[in-house]
């Protein structure tokens, strides 16, 4: 099944770097689970709004110079938002699929360990899973952040 960007979605993707741009116009074409754009380019003020409150835990966030994206999943029809997480490996895995296409570095909230996802061999499931597995062997909790996608530049 083939998705397609709202205007919406591309609204939101103004301002954000050309390379992660062409990343998620991509994966919308190759994903099996449709999204949405739900932040790109992102003001100091909105980031410390979320900082503040826990929904991100730096001010050196990669969306103020528009080098990040976040992505909500969208399921039945008529679409509705979903946060299941299984969700967004799909779409991590096309995400990885555009990063791959575009010849960029890239990076997955549920995979912070992994730098470029593209040097990835298995499944955006089996990164995730590593990442987890990773951060409670040392005692940490680990950060989950499926629907965001940043460049590793």
């Given at each position: 099944m083939s998705f397609k960007?709202?205007?919406s979605s591309l609204s939101k993707l103004e301002g954000v770097d050309e390379r992660l741009?062409?990343?998620?116009k991509y994966a919308i074409g190759e994903t099996s689970v449709d999204f949405k754009v739900i932040e790109g380019l992102r003001s100091i003020e909105?980031?410390?709004e979320l900082v503040a409150k826990g929904a991100s835990q730096t001010m050196s966030s990669k969306h103020i110079p528009g080098e990040a994206v976040d992505l909500m999943a969208l399921v039945g029809r008529p679409a509705r938002a979903s946060w299941e997480l299984n969700l967004y490996d799909e779409i991590a895995d096309a995400m990885k699929k555009g990063a791959e296409a575009v010849d960029c570095p890239l990076r997955w909230g549920c995979a912070w360990h992994i730098t470029d996802i593209r040097a990835w061999s298995g499944t955006m499931e089996d990164a995730m899973n590593e990442y987890i597995d990773l951060r409670r062997s040392q005692s940490r909790r680990p950060f989950l952040d499926g629907p965001h996608f940043e460049l590793s530049v």
């Open positions: 960007l709202s205007k741009v062409a990343i998620v909105r980031q410390r």
